[in-house]
């Protein structure tokens, strides 16, 4: 394909820049979307070095495959769906398995005789919790609907981009989006009124 036939040609002239092995080519797309991709590695992985390790793997990948680049979609695009495949790597690698642990996580606030032990506390801050609140209830949506939130709530990609990432089609990209803010929004309702109450 050549500059001219590619949907998106400023993203192939790019690429084929990096596939001939120019560094300045390659660092102005790691400048350009590196933090972006960082961002959603950490917030899909829960853990910074996963993410770095999903990033590095992503920029690999990109790095081996840039002469595949035809640019009928964004290089964005493009890469972040080389980074989710990275992202699902590392699931697979660890696991999802639930850690449940037997400490008391308010066991440090009392003393012996079991009154509370000298403590700042700090106003109750509503939104703070609300925000708590919506990252658990998130973490608990299945693996598309929370990439689905994360691409569009967060990432702020248009519905297009995102399902081009996702690898479906923009109506079942919204379905699923949809499925998951419903979710979300009814388990933070849950936990609100058990807070409330």
């Not at 990096?18 to 590196?34: K, N, P, R």
């Not at 899909?44 to 495959?65: H, K, N, P, S």
Request: aromatic letters at 6%.
């Amino acid at each position: 394909m050549t500059t001219a036939a590619a949907k998106h040609p400023k993203d192939f002239a790019l690429l084929q820049r990096v596939a001939a092995g120019d560094e300045a080519a390659a660092g102005e797309v790691m400048q350009s979307l590196g933090g972006e991709m960082f961002g959603f590695a950490r917030r899909m992985l829960a853990d910074e070095q996963a993410a770095e390790d999903a990033l590095q793997e992503a920029l690999l990948g990109l790095l081996r495959t840039a002469r595949n680049f035809d640019g009928r979609e964004s290089l964005r695009t493009w890469v972040f769906r080389i980074l989710r495949n990275k992202i699902i790597d590392q699931y697979r690698k660890r696991g999802r398995d639930l850690v449940v642990s037997d400490a008391d996580p308010e066991a440090a606030s009392f003393s012996a005789s079991g009154h509370w032990k000298n403590m700042d506390f700090q106003p109750w801050n509503e939104s703070a919790e609300l925000l708590e609140v919506v990252q658990h209830c998130m973490e608990l949506l299945p693996h598309n609907q929370r990439e689905a939130l994360q691409l569009k709530a967060i990432d702020e990609l248009s519905a297009q981009e995102a399902s081009e990432i996702l690898g479906v089609s923009v109506a079942n990209f919204r379905q699923i989006l949809h499925r998951g803010r419903a979710s979300v929004r009814k388990c933070a309702d849950d936990k609100m009124g058990e807070s409330a109450a």
